[in-house]
């Protein structure tokens, strides 16, 4: 978690996780129990900081989706620092956090997603050529997928606790 999270979960519903770049921003959603991340859109970022259509068509996908929380990837440096996009996007969440409350917003690691989307798709064919918005969006179910799995994994332990106090473990 990054200072920026917000604590608690919010429980069973569709999560958004959002891919933030300069020119564009992948959308990706889950499915209402949070095992499955699939791609939704490319929104373009705004051009100015006055123009907030990319927050506003972020905050209707969230409401079209009915989605309990939003993930954002928080693109790290190999050594696990903030960069210039780290700062892209810190920015980005905290104008989404502010435009979605009280629906939480939260950011993740996400070193190499787009990087392994690419290569993903051009294993499955793509090329990537005039494909950047199908990356964007890959990248994106990355993010969240990503993001599920780890959720799940915490969940199943902290369900498994309990049992194994009983246990006398």
């Given at each position: ?109 996400e070193r190499f997603t787009t990087v392994t989307a690419s290569r993903a798709l051009r294993e499955s064919g793509v090329k990537a050529k005039g494909q950047r918005s199908v990356i964007d969006q890959a990248a994106a179910v990355a993010i969240l997928q990503g993001w599920l799995d780890q959720r799940s994994r915490e969940l199943h ?13």
């Amino acid at each position: 978690m990054s200072e920026a999270d917000q604590p608690g979960d919010p429980g069973r519903g569709r999560r958004i996780g959002v891919d933030v770049g300069s020119v564009r921003i992948g959308v990706a959603a889950s499915d209402p129990d949070g095992i499955l991340a699939t791609p939704v859109e490319t929104v373009a970022r705004a051009k100015s900081r006055a123009d907030r259509s990319d927050i506003e068509r972020l905050a209707a996908i969230v409401a079209e989706y009915e989605a309990v929380e939003v993930i954002v990837g928080l693109p790290r440096t190999l050594r696990g620092e903030s960069g210039t996009a780290a700062g892209l996007a810190s920015k980005f969440a905290a104008q989404l956090r502010d435009r979605l409350a009280p629906i939480p917003v939260r950011m993740t690691d996400e070193r190499f997603t787009t990087v392994t989307a690419s290569r993903a798709l051009r294993e499955s064919g793509v090329k990537a050529k005039g494909q950047r918005s199908v990356i964007d969006q890959a990248a994106a179910v990355a993010i969240l997928q990503g993001w599920l799995d780890q959720r799940s994994r915490e969940l199943h332990s902290e369900q498994s606790l309990p049992s194994q106090m009983e246990d006398g473990e």
